[in-house]
């Protein structure tokens, strides 16, 4: 009894040990791109704390094309700031980065650390990076930061995508050498003020494709030669101000703006194809101003009359569907070669479905989705 009982407990101890070896081995034997891109969902701490894993991981972290660097996993500030600096200093210098750089709270204060996020950046720039995310989580109205305080002066770089959370765009970033940038993505970005009067924003980036204009304030004037793609997300003016976009390889716009800032005095698109019109639910504003609405549609639907698809969404639909009468006093629709016509709604009046479709030649598509 006492042989079958060491028996089992031996056994039972070994297959504990071979399921430990297999696992072990399992997790070793992953192809190092299958640990790179894993690493890679991870903050810069946790990549780090997944060399205790076996030798095949211990230096892995320094290989992962993405840095995230959080501060709210230290006990202590100076703790976070030395292990941003242990982490620049140690990571393999030859690998790609992209960079994810959030903020940094320094010991609950709203005020950024812009040394250290400005050391993470250069390294960044400075090691071939070509996607960078830098968000300041700014928690005020305002743009607390700059550019400049940011990234200071960018003769060049190899960057092909930039996107920016809650920074103020300066004069340095028009100056900057974003020659091989092709996708810019802005939220809650703020163009300084008056900025595009003496100078064009994106002059550093001659080669832009894609922009996104997320909740952005004071973009009034938006020029790109080889701009493809424009999303316009709630786009802020001053009552005086009205947007102007110059792109003439334009093909596909998106607009999502607040009626009261819907407002456009010229728009050079004449490559468009594709337009997607989703105004915001504010029927504050509509409310006593349906003319004035009504006009700036008309206005807006002149500069788009090269498209020849349109997806209009449900708050469009129902923002038009209110002035049909005013729509059917239109000599024609502009829409000359519109071919497909989107709506996103069950039910819509007829006088708007034949505004949209009188004046095309092309014998459009009608969706409703």
């Not at 992209?98 to 005020?111: A, F, L, P, T």
């Not at 200071?152 to 004069?171: A, F, K, M, R, Y």
């Not at 900025?195 to 894609?210: A, R, T, V």
Request: hydrophobic share 40%.
């Amino acid at each position: 009894m006492n042989d079958i009982g060491i028996s089992g407990e031996l056994g039972g101890n070994s297959k504990r040990r071979c399921v430990e070896e297999d696992a072990t081995d399992r997790l070793s034997h992953l192809p190092v791109f299958v640990i790179h891109h894993i690493l890679s969902f991870l903050d810069t701490k946790s990549a780090v704390q997944t060399s205790v894993l076996s030798r095949v991981w211990r230096f892995a972290w320094k290989h992962v094309p993405v840095l995230s660097f959080r501060s709210g996993s230290f006990d202590q500030y100076s703790s976070f700031q030395s292990f941003v600096g242990n982490v620049v200093s140690l990571r393999d210098p030859v690998g790609d980065v992209v960079g994810k750089i959030s903020y940094i709270d320094n010991e609950g204060s709203d005020e950024l650390d812009c040394e250290l996020f400005g050391k993470v950046i250069k390294y960044a720039l400075s090691h071939d990076t070509h996607h960078l995310v830098v968000d300041t989580n700014s928690t005020s109205c305002s743009c607390d930061y700059s550019f400049s305080d940011l990234f200071g002066t960018i003769s060049s770089c190899n960057l092909t995508t930039l996107e920016l959370q809650s920074v103020l765009i300066d004069e340095a970033f028009a100056h900057s050498g974003f020659g091989m940038l092709t996708t810019l993505n802005l939220e809650l970005c703020e163009l300084e003020y008056d900025l595009d009067e003496y100078l064009d924003p994106l002059s550093g980036c001659p080669c832009l494709q894609n922009l996104v204009l997320n909740h952005c304030s004071h973009f009034v004037k938006i020029s790109g030669p080889q701009l493809l793609r424009l999303t316009l997300d709630c786009v802020y003016c001053d009552p005086w101000e009205q947007i102007e976009i110059f792109a003439p390889r334009l093909k596909f716009l998106s607009l999502l703006p607040e009626l009261e800032d819907m407002k456009f005095s010229k728009l050079s698109i004449p490559c468009l194809d594709h337009v997607d019109i989703r105004v915001t639910d504010t029927n504050d504003f509509l409310e006593g101003n349906e003319e004035c609405v009504g006009q700036r549609f008309i206005s807006l639907f002149e500069y788009l009359n090269n498209a020849i698809s349109l997806t209009l969404g449900p708050h469009t639909i129902r923002v038009l569907s209110g002035m049909t009468e005013f729509l059917e006093q239109q000599p024609s629709s502009p829409f000359r070669r519109l071919k497909t016509l989107i709506m996103e709604a069950d039910s819509v009046p007829y006088a708007l479905i034949n505004y949209f479709l009188k004046g095309s030649s092309m014998k459009p598509n009608l969706e409703f989705v």
